[in-house]
């Protein structure tokens, strides 16, 4: 009988690690983390994205678990529950609608993932070859990238409507440590090959004499955007967990892995970066041409180079089921829809919502956003990681903090605590640290980005 209860409760706390854990590593880690910190200068983008993450990330996660198992809803519902007959039903509202814009450009960039499952094969056995050209080609045909951003969406649109994402997400027990030997495999490679060193001191020595405004507007749309946080992601998976699962511990164990695998890829990345000669500040393009690259120096490099790209493949799957799941709930739950109405009519939209970022590459690449100057994928990633997801962490943090009440945040959380429990710690966090610091850090950012 005592065993039995210990191998439930031991199933439940792996079931909300495998589900946030999923929707987590993604691509956030391996393609948006490697450019984002090269676009910011390396190491000093690093440091200050690891101080975002614990000092916001890590805090916001468990306000955003806490909400999700207090109430067992979606994330409208969420903030209904908890404050019936007021507006701030409309911070879920806005998570919906930003998980829907995030949605509409991953599935464009998992559809590249997709395409280079075999695209890495074609450039590593090639004698000769321009990575560069190969990415550049993919991107500005007009079909090709369509084609697989479509198969990406069907995938997960199928996922969703059968409602198996439980199920999917015990694939993660065997893609999260695939994952990491394949990312040790590469950095191995890329720190021997000659010219290493230079990648290695441009990521690991920081120079905080070009950190600006920019960088750390920067720093913390990659800290939310890699963790799921401030669209009701990990408020709906924080339902998985059951009164007798504790929060701070497991919050803890995702941030840590994400975090792990994110340094791990810019540890694969830089030192080929710089020693085959290509530019750390190179853009979305930056893994795609980089690896490509490795895997065509490695033993066996079409073989690391396909099953690199599937399980990236899969890990985008585990995090754009995360972003469909929130729309389909919310529809499910408030409007009454069926799942698979629900799935297939999201799907659809978002899939057309998307299409204009795939097109920013060819028909529409004359097209920048006034302001900004960015094509079209990197406006929709701006705001939706510069701007929603921000807004969203922190009128959840001052919701808990101050509205419902971060003493009552505080007693949830605590159920069960483990090693690590909630105190003044946390309340200073939330009320105080995390709102302060996004607030601060958005409205220069955002005043740089378009007056600097
Ligand atoms: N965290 C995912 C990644 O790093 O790829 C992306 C993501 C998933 C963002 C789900 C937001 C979200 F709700
Ligand atoms: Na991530």
Redesign the pocket.
């Known amino acids: 009988m005592q065993d039995l209860n210990f191998r439930e409760s031991w199933a439940t706390r792996i079931g909300f690690i495998l589900a946030a854990s999923g929707?987590?590593?993604?691509?956030?880690?391996i393609w948006r983390f490697p450019y984002m910190t090269g676009e910011h200068g390396g190491a000093a983008f690093l440091v200050i994205y690891l101080v975002a993450i614990i000092l916001i990330g890590y805090p916001v996660m468990i306000n955003e678990v806490i909400l999700g198992r207090k109430t067992n809803k979606n994330p409208v519902g969420a903030f209904k529950a908890l404050a019936p007959n007021t507006p701030w039903w409309l911070v879920g509202a806005l998570g919906v609608f930003t998980?829907f814009v995030?949605l509409s450009y991953?599935s464009v960039v998992a559809g590249w993932s997709l395409a280079y499952i075999y695209k890495v094969v074609l450039s590593a056995t090639a004698a000769e070859i321009d990575h560069a050209e190969v990415f550049v080609g993919h991107i500005t045909s007009v079909w090709e990238p369509i084609i697989w951003q479509a198969i990406f969406m069907i995938l997960t649109v199928s996922i969703i409507a059968a409602g198996v994402v439980k199920g999917i997400q015990k694939w993660v027990t065997i893609l999260m440590p695939a994952i990491l030997v394949l990312l040790v495999i590469l950095i191995i490679r890329a720190v021997t090959l000659p010219g290493a060193g230079e990648g290695l001191a441009y990521y690991l020595q920081p120079n905080f004499g070009d950190v600006g405004p920019r960088t750390f507007l920067g720093a913390i749309s990659q800290a939310f955007?890699?963790?799921?946080l401030g669209?009701g992601?990990i408020i709906t998976y924080g339902s998985y967990l059951r009164e007798k699962d504790e929060i701070p511990g497991n919050s803890a164990s995702v941030v840590g892995l994400d975090t792990g695998i994110a340094i791990m890829a810019g540890l694969a990345i830089f030192p080929a970066v710089f020693a085959l000669g290509f530019s750390p500040d190179g853009g979305p393009g930056l893994v795609f041409i980089t690896l490509p690259a490795v895997f065509a120096e490695m033993p066996l490099g079409v073989l690391f180079g396909l099953l690199f790209f599937i399980l990236l493949s899969i890990a985008?799957l585990t995090?754009a089921i995360?972003?469909l799941e929130?729309v389909t709930a919310w529809l499910i739950d408030e409007k009454g829809w069926t799942r698979g109405s629900a799935a297939v009519t999201m799907g659809i939209i978002i899939f057309v919502v998307g299409l204009p970022t795939t097109l920013g590459y060819s028909v529409l690449s004359d097209v920048t956003f006034p302001g900004l100057g960015m094509d079209m994928l990197d406006t929709y990633d701006w705001f939706a990681n510069s701007i929603f997801l921000p807004l969203g962490g922190l009128l959840t943090a001052i919701f808990v903090g101050y509205i419902w009440g971060a003493r009552n945040a505080v007693q949830e959380g605590n159920k069960n605590a483990g090693l690590i429990s909630l105190g003044n710690w946390w309340v200073l966090l939330i009320r105080y640290v995390v709102p302060a610091l996004i607030l601060v850090i958005m409205i220069m950012g955002i005043y740089d980005t378009f007056f600097g």
């Not at 929707?23 to 880690?29: D, I, K, P, R, W």
């Open positions: 929707s987590a590593v993604g691509l956030g880690n998980g995030i991953y955007f890699t963790l799921s669209m992601a985008a995090s995360s972003l929130v």
